[in-house]
């Protein structure tokens, strides 16, 4: 069965520092671009960062730039991404996505004092 599934989210205050873990099974992690992404209630769904398959580029919302940092262990199937200095804004649901449009469920980040 080909999943992604995120977890590592929690309540944190302001200032402090999360790092969430997208686990992947059932295909091979090392052709796929994995993202992820973020939804705040009442808000749209958007990308905050992104690593490719190839040579690991990654990508990066302007909003995250300086704070969050993407990362991938192919052997270990799993892409973490690192959030440092948190925000209130940055409370969302987040998402992680696998090139193919695989989706995860969903883990939730609430930046809060």
């Known amino acids: 069965q080909v999943q992604l599934v995120e977890s590592g989210g929690g309540l944190v205050q302001p200032g402090g520092s999360l790092r969430l873990s997208c686990a992947a099974s059932g295909f091979t992690l090392d052709y796929y671009a994995i993202g992820w992404f973020r939804q705040a209630p009442g808000k749209e769904r958007e990308g905050v960062s992104c690593?490719?398959?190839?040579?690991?580029?990654?990508y990066y919302a302007d909003s995250v730039k300086g704070r969050f940092t993407i990362s991938r262990d192919n052997a270990k199937k799993t892409v973490d991404l690192q959030m440092n200095n948190l925000k209130p804004e940055d409370t969302a649901v987040y998402y992680c996505w696998g090139s193919g449009d695989i989706w995860g469920q969903g883990t939730q980040v609430t930046v809060s004092s």
């Open positions: 690593i490719s398959s190839s040579d690991g580029s990654t």
